[in-house]
């Protein structure tokens, strides 16, 4: 890593080091709501915008150029990493994300492949080596995958899911394919993140999306093994930043299962949280996305609060405390990342 990339805001408040101003990017920084990203959209499936390096590379440029944001954050999604595993992946208009043949039984466990052969998804590495080649020097790219426990839940329910039912009866009633089934998932990511970091990310996100659902019991049993296990697998100088939405009573089992920056929801106070995961990590967010559907003076009250939550401390990464919506006005973004970088500024000790 370059001396320009190790001393950027956003690496140094990963490290919970001092920075001029607090460093901000967007989850789901490239998407609908902009219409830079539209104009690219409009001509391809999501899924060949996804698996075309040139065009992933496209719409992550320019949304970190024209909001300003201190990272850019890959163009991909959570799921083309299940294809080669032999899922058969769709993702249909209005609908989101549908996979034909879910697991639902141990023998369904045993014909999920890991992915031994990293390659398959050379699209993605591609698109971080563009990406990486054209970013300004002090601007850090960010990889990032689904947590085990949000793809098992997308593989086993078939899609998106309120309930979870089909996840949790294979998690309760049959340990042993849920473990088999959980252990393929992290191994297979582990060789997906590390060679998104060999191609040129600085850091990593996993996204735990769909963990909310669970009880502190059953994500201790379950799941953390299964999360801590990835993160360990992570090369130990590179940030990763563990997200987890939903359910603050798994905020202190966020922290054990492992990494650098914890990312908060927005359902928590952002001082109450940081206190619970402890001031040996960093963290992230955690504006409520639907506060830019207020006006600028509203948005800055609520961006001062955060703020102040964060009361200084250096090892505060601004964010959102979850994506971006599509029909979301693009000026509010913009000026949220403005108001941040000028409240932010000297904000290096409480």
Not at 8 to 31: K, L
Not at 194 to 212: K, L, N
Request: glycine fraction near 8%; include cysteine; hydrophobic fraction near 40%.
């Amino acid at each position: 890593m370059t001396p320009e990339l190790h001393n950027s805001r956003f690496m140094r408040a990963a490290r919970r080091e001092p920075v001029d101003t607090t460093p901000i990017w967007i989850m789901r920084q490239a998407g609908r709501y902009l219409p830079e990203y539209m104009q690219v959209r409009s001509k391809v499936t999501f899924l060949e915008l996804c698996k075309r390096p040139d065009l992933a590379a496209e719409v992550t440029l320019t949304a970190r150029e024209v909001l300003g944001v201190d990272a850019a954050i890959l163009f991909a999604d959570l799921l083309p990493i299940l294809e080669p595993m032999g899922l058969d992946l769709e993702y249909a208009k209005g609908e989101g994300p549908i996979i034909h043949n879910p697991i639902r039984t141990a023998s369904d466990v045993d014909r999920l492949r890991e992915v031994e052969n990293i390659e398959e998804l050379g699209f993605v590495f591609e698109a971080v080596r563009l990406i990486r080649r054209d970013l300004p020097g002090d601007i850090p790219l960010l990889g990032f995958a689904g947590a085990p426990f949000t793809l098992a839940s997308y593989v086993i329910e078939g899609g998106g899911s309120r309930h979870f039912i089909h996840t949790k009866t294979m998690m309760y009633n049959d340990i042993s394919a849920w473990t088999s089934l959980m252990q393929r998932l992290t191994n297979s990511l582990v060789r997906y993140l590390r060679e998104q970091i060999d191609a040129g990310c600085q850091a990593v996100q996993i996204f735990d999306s769909w963990a909310g659902c669970l009880t502190p019991a059953d994500y201790r049993d379950y799941v953390l093994p299964h999360t801590r296990a990835l993160i360990e697998g992570l090369p130990t100088n590179v940030p990763v930043i563990h997200f987890m939405t939903g359910n603050p009573a798994l905020l202190s089992l966020q922290r054990e299962a492992g990494g650098n920056v914890m990312g908060l929801d927005w359902r928590v106070d952002l001082a109450e949280g940081w206190k619970t995961v402890g001031d040996d990590v960093a963290v992230q967010g955690n504006l409520d996305p639907m506060v830019l559907y207020a006006g600028l003076e509203t948005i800055r009250d609520r961006a001062r609060d955060v703020l102040d939550a964060a009361a200084g401390r250096p090892g505060h990464i601004f964010n959102l405390g979850h994506g971006v919506t599509p029909d979301l006005n693009p000026d509010h973004v913009k000026a949220l990342v403005e108001m941040v970088h000028e409240m932010g500024s000297g904000k290096t000790s409480r």
